[in-house]
């Protein structure tokens, strides 16, 4: 195949007086844009805790994997428990996010997650990513926003490629343990068009006793005209991977000495995915306002392959699949109209959303070495999700704002049973529909020491079940009674902070934030079943900064703080802590890029321990590491860099839980039973050193 490669309470309590202390302007700060020069800035920010991202801020990351480009946003964990054709695992603001089931990601205006997925509701896998075409990653977080809906409970991040580079390039990477790249992208004229076409091949064993084997093509073309604000772009991609995985496996397995630190238990887990899209976008202002539209259309499928328990069936292991496969299709529609002063200059907006999946089969499956031995359940399902949402941005005084928001979502499933013996019996219609209020009140900007705005947020949201719960009466594995689910739940969100810039090139924000969750079911896809985990609330602190010194140096450092709780104790040990919520991140991180040569980057980062179950009584050893980047510009487009990942070759876990498994020779000696509770772990890649190559024409 060839491709034509040429190569972004406190608030409250203060208002009465802080109008007397702001300054005699009626401009507002710009929106925060993390690794951004000042001069750069654009927008207006509704909280303390949004902001954008720039292509500059990648250029000297060191990244591990397409997906750790989230971690850009303050706060926000990505790792890995299996192998790396897998959707990442995410974390932040004291959610487990498991593979994306509370954050709501959108590349190239099409959604990301997975709604009623094989593997757990929300599946987020980012794998398709190609870090160097991302132009911009605007990011919020909380449900304060009327622009988002499912899923965006703790946030969302939209992501956009270039509409046109700079100049051609291929670049060739290799590195430890079998690593080895190639990307080749360019853009070119046509006519009044721009053409962007890129070619991404990758592969990788890792440092796995039982080596990845992942296989990835990565394709992009993108035809537009104009930039986001004001033009359009036509864009298509297809992406696939296979590969073969290492689990998380019990800690004591590697103790005993049973397999080595990098082993694996089970001898061929992994899978293959495709993701092939194509997605318009279309953007106009005029002199009453703004008008945007953008359709997509998906087709996704996984087989995936794992044991997470081991050998607590016998000795032929407790392999399954799951596969899902669908088409993904929907649309959005928005206008926005200038008022006038006549209506204090606010800016109304009104939207509509659509999508509809239609997975013409999601299944679970009893394998052997990958080969399908029994029908856990299988499943036809037809989901469909339409809203309506309308905002309005007012600025009262020049130093009084606010923006007022309301969405209605109603999501319509239809599951049919189409396999399994106890599953038969299961499937039916689902509905429910949710109106979410949103509120935003914005305070300055004030002088004071140094040009401030404070911030105070509200608004309500919701994240869907699995369709698959909300239909089921039957237990797929063995025939027992369960009972449905809710097919949407509400989470209920309120946040103070504010932003400074109180030097130069220093911006700054604080926000405090709490949210409630009506409940923490989660679809088990291992099992076919949803398992009840009761509401929850969570609050936390969060501190991040941008400095821009001179010659080039940027410093970046934040600090989130979060306690995540159960409202009613679990029966069995009492416990009221939820597993795997973090409660400390901490992350540092320095580039140098004064225009000439030498450019390098490099990153700290702080995971604190988090409980493995309810008591708090088992928790995960706390860890930090560190990766680096430096370049060297052979020539202008061209360059040489390398990475040095885990830099000082941490022995840490990226993942930790706490459940029932059974090794080989536990289930031999018929040990195990139904299982032994104990810590399974997935250790961090030890440190590891990959050299880039780029040319440019």
Known sequence: MKHP???????????????????????????????????????????????TIDARRLATRPLLRPAEALETVPGLVVTQHSGDGKANQYFLRGFNLDHGSDFATFVAGMPVNMPSHAHGQGYMDLNFLIPELIAGLRFRKGVYAAEDGDFATAGAARIDYQRQLAAPFVEIGAGQNGYRRLLAAGSRPVGELQLLAAFEASGNDGPWEQPENLARRNAVLRLSEGSAANGFALTAMSYTARWTATEHVPARAIDSGEIGRFGALSPNDGGTTHRHSLSAEWARPDADGASRAGVYVIDYGLNLFSAPSGFINGPAGDQHEQADRRLVWGGQASRSWFLGPALKDSELTAGLQWRQDRIRSVGLYSTEDRQRSATVRQDKITETAAALFVEARTQWQPWLRSTLGLRHDEVDARVTATGGEFNLANGGKARAGQTSPKLGVVLGPFALPAPTEFYANWGQGFHSNDARGATSTTNPADGSAISRVPLLVRARGAELGLRSTPLPGWQTSVSVWQMALASELVFIGDEGVTEPKGASRRHGLEWSNELALPAGISVDTSLALSQARFREANPDNG??????????????????DPGGRWFAGARLRYLGAYPLEETGREKSTPFWMANLRVGYRLAPGSQLSLDVLNLFDRKANDIEYWGGACTRSESASGACGGGIDGRLVHPLEPRTLRLALRIGF
């Open 5 to 51: 490669f040429r190569p972004r309470t406190l608030a409250a309590c203060l208002a009465a007086a802080l109008p007397s202390l702001a300054a005699a302007t009626e401009t507002t700060l710009p929106e925060v844009t993390v690794g951004s020069r000042r001069g750069d800035l654009v927008g207006v920010a509704d909280a303390a805790s949004e902001g």
């Open 575 to 592: 416990g009221t802590r939820v597993p795997n919520a973090i409660p400390v991140v901490a992350s540092v991180g320095a580039a140098l």
